[in-house]
């Protein structure tokens, strides 16, 4: 398959890449490059943000009246893409990915006022309580309580793995408001400030020593009523907007900046390469060409105005599991210098060489930290299950 860009896709490439050269330094490519969780660095995370703020170019997929872009579909994913070639530090994705665009749809107009602009500009920083301990992939049956009292909901209970809180201002969640019926009509979806009394947030550290989930409780914490977005009972409707923004569909730049410095590794490593090793970095090569492929043809459909249907967990499941096949067979060509623990050289500012070549500060807290990407976002199990009904009609 021939792709091309039009002449005016191709002019707003090259703005891109111009604009990226320009104000991606040092430290900010860096945080992106060791960045092996959902983001890296916080200080260099929000720096960029406060960068891509100035240009008006935070919030690519906002409506225009709320401080969007009003880039195409086509021009979004070459953001994305040219994003992810230059290492530039992922931003949040649950305030400018998640609620931001949700409170587009469905916030009252005192909601947007209030909240939107803290969130462009970066004041603001949010996280997302849906999961707890009993509830992830069955999220409807979520059990964290809010009961009426007055002109507030007093909550009762705990998130987990809430990715970010320890520096969230704001948290969404979804809670239960009543327990009779179905399990998803008894759920209200909430906005609170992370500083309201009776909120804590204890850290989980990951397997590759990484802060970045945590579990937040609520004793007795009081949330004014005009702080729920849609209707009481009803904040499932509101979680299945917000779903729809959840989605990305670019993995396959991500996956090629990494399969570069995979080769690199490789070559550097082992110049004598086995059979077996080059067969298995081309099968990689090739799953990553036909992701590209599959997000070609989700941008065809949208720009033709046609649903990318069941693409989405498609490209979920085929993105993450690439990921892990790449660090797989990184972590097998490093050998022996995957085996010391280094995760302190991965802090900005660090000047220490690591134990064997530079790659193993980035490739082994991907593969342990990357364990988490076929949970997180639907598993891929719950991705097949859409999967066999969507696509096979099973
Ligand atoms: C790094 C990380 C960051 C996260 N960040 C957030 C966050 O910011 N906010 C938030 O709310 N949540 C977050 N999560 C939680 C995430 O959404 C849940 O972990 C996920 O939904 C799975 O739920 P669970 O962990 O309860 O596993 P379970 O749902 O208990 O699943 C356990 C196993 O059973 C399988 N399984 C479950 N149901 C089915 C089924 N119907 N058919 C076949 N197999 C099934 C699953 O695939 C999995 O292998 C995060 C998770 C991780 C790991």
């Given at each position: 398959m021939q792709i091309n860009l039009t002449a005016e896709d191709d002019i707003f490439r090259s703005d891109v890449r111009q604009f990226l050269d320009d104000h991606l330094d040092a430290d900010l490519r860096r945080a992106g490059e060791l960045a092996s969780g959902i983001c890296g660095d916080h200080e260099q995370t929000m720096r960029w943000h406060k960068i891509l703020h100035d240009k008006g170019w935070v919030a690519p997929n906002w409506p225009v009246a709320f401080g969007g872009t009003g880039w195409s579909d086509m021009q979004r994913y070459i953001w994305i893409n040219e994003c992810a070639r230059a290492n530039a530090p992922r931003l949040y994705p649950m305030g400018l990915g998640m609620i931001g665009p949700t409170l587009t749809v469905c916030g009252t107009k005192q909601q947007q006022e209030k909240y939107l602009p803290r969130l462009l500009s970066g004041e603001d920083i949010w996280c997302q309580g849906y999961s707890e301990p009993g509830s992830g992939s069955d999220l409807a049956s979520l059990q964290c309580q809010a009961v009426r009292d007055g002109d507030d909901y007093v909550i009762n209970g705990s998130k987990i793995w809430t990715s970010y809180a320890q520096h969230a201002t704001h948290i969404f969640c979804l809670v239960r408001t009543q327990k009779t019926g179905k399990p998803q009509q008894g759920i209200s979806f909430l906005l609170i400030e992370m500083d309201t009394p009776g909120i804590s947030v204890a850290p989980i550290i990951t397997l590759?020593?990484?802060?970045e989930v945590n579990q937040v409780f609520f004793d007795n914490v009081r949330v004014p009523v005009e702080q729920i977005v849609g209707e009481e009972n009803d904040g499932w409707t509101v979680a299945k907007t917000l779903l729809t923004f959840e989605r990305s569909a670019a993995y396959a730049a991500r996956l090629g900046t990494r399969l570069t410095q995979l080769k690199q590794l490789i070559d550097d490593i082992d110049p004598d390469q086995s059979e077996a090793m080059q067969r298995r970095f081309g099968e990689i090569s090739v799953r990553v060409q036909a992701i590209e492929m599959t997000e070609f043809r989700v941008q065809a459909a949208l720009a033709a105005g046609q649903s990318p249907g069941a693409a989405s967990s498609q490209l979920k499941v085929m993105g993450t599991e690439v990921q892990q096949a790449i660090d797989e067979l990184a972590i097998e060509a490093l050998g022996i210098y995957a085996a010391p623990w280094q995760q302190h050289l991965r802090e900005m500012g660090n000047n220490q060489k690591p134990a064997g070549p530079e790659a193993t500060m980035k490739f082994m807290p991907d593969y342990l930290n990357n364990r988490a990407a076929t949970i997180y976002g639907g598993s891929s199990e719950v991705q097949r299950n859409i999967l066999a009904k969507l696509a096979l009609g099973l």
């Open positions: 590759a020593g990484d802060h």
